[in-house]
């Protein structure tokens, strides 16, 4: 009777352990921020114009390599970020933060990872024409680079992290069509079925993306500033911190998003309804940040932070949906 309850005691403890370190993984690659840009990822790859139909397949590969690639970055930005994030309410209960997880842990881990996730970018999007897809998987490798060795060191340094990182983070919309197109070459074009297309739509997802992440940063930098400042972080664009000048940063991003809202419809990659969406939503965008201007407080700031939650998902879906009208 004491073994058998010692023997069960044991696979209770195990089973603890496993669902425990499986937890940690989940934190250290910052699972629902890298499911957000793995989406738009996976939404750019089916936009492009020779992507028919849903390949359910090719859709999970490309959502599965996404995923180890954003994984690998983050999981090397908890690790160099070790001593930063204890000192923060919110990330000091990560895994390399708190302990519960050495930074060579960490590390082996984002090379692992990003390895794979590198290597599937271009073996399962490569075609019979090319081969390996080496445009897909230098973007990808290029991508990871420069999120976890630029940008992440760069956040103690200037506020121009903002705009290295941006890069990075919008780079995603990009991979996704040179996934499914092999091409990088924004003036070279597509023949689809005898119809000719401009490869040009692959640079415009990545310009809505990359505005995109200007008002969505400067608004979580302004809600979580006193923590970021404990850490030592310098990512708003005025030394004083939350000021008007943030604000007319927010506002000046969000209107240059209006016209390149309009680019999808001008390139032939969507319809006439989903141009009037993106306009309505960058309209949206650009209210908000007015309204935090004028305002100039957390609830102001947050509304534009959770407005480009909202924002993202509504537009590329949008786009999808009347992909090709």
Not at 183 to 212: T, Y
Request: glycine letters at 8%; a positive charge.
């Amino acid at each position: 009777m004491v073994d058998q309850q010692t023997h069960t005691g044991t696979e209770t403890s195990t089973s603890f352990s496993v669902a425990s370190k499986v937890k940690d993984y989940f934190q250290l690659i910052k699972f629902t921020l890298s499911f957000t840009v793995v989406f738009s990822c996976v939404i750019c790859y089916l936009l492009a114009p020779n992507v028919i139909g849903f390949n359910w397949w090719m859709i999970t590969v490309l959502f599965v390599a996404g995923m180890l690639v954003t994984g690998s970055a983050n999981a090397i930005n908890q690790a160099v970020e070790k001593d930063t994030d204890a000192v923060m309410k919110r990330t000091s209960k990560r895994p390399v933060a708190s302990g519960r997880m050495s930074q060579a842990e960490a590390y082996a881990f984002a090379a692992l990872t990003g390895s794979a996730g590198v290597f599937m970018m271009g073996w399962f999007f490569g075609n019979t024409e090319n081969g390996f897809n080496w445009n897909a998987a230098g973007l990808s490798a290029f991508s990871l680079f420069l999120y976890a060795f630029i940008y992440t060191p760069l956040k103690k340094v200037n506020s121009i992290a903002v705009l290295v990182g941006a890069f990075p983070g919008a780079l995603p919309c990009l991979i996704g069509w040179v996934a499914a197109t092999n091409m990088i070459d924004p003036f070279g074009k597509l023949v689809v079925d005898g119809k000719e297309f401009s490869n040009a739509g692959g640079w415009i997802l990545f310009a809505i993306q990359f505005l995109w992440q200007f008002p969505h940063f400067w608004a979580i930098a302004w809600v979580a500033h006193g923590d970021y400042s404990r850490a030592g972080f310098k990512l708003l664009p005025a030394d004083k911190g939350p000021t008007k000048f943030t604000a007319i940063q927010a506002i000046m991003y969000s209107v240059l998003m209006i016209p390149v809202g309009i680019l999808p419809y001008m390139a032939g990659m969507s319809g006439r309804t989903s141009m009037w969406i993106l306009v309505a939503a960058n309209l949206f965008m650009v209210v908000q940040s007015v309204r935090l201007y004028k305002e100039m407080d957390v609830k102001a700031a947050r509304r534009v932070m959770f407005s480009s939650y909202i924002y993202l998902p509504v537009v590329l879906l949008a786009l999808l949906a009347d992909k090709g009208n």
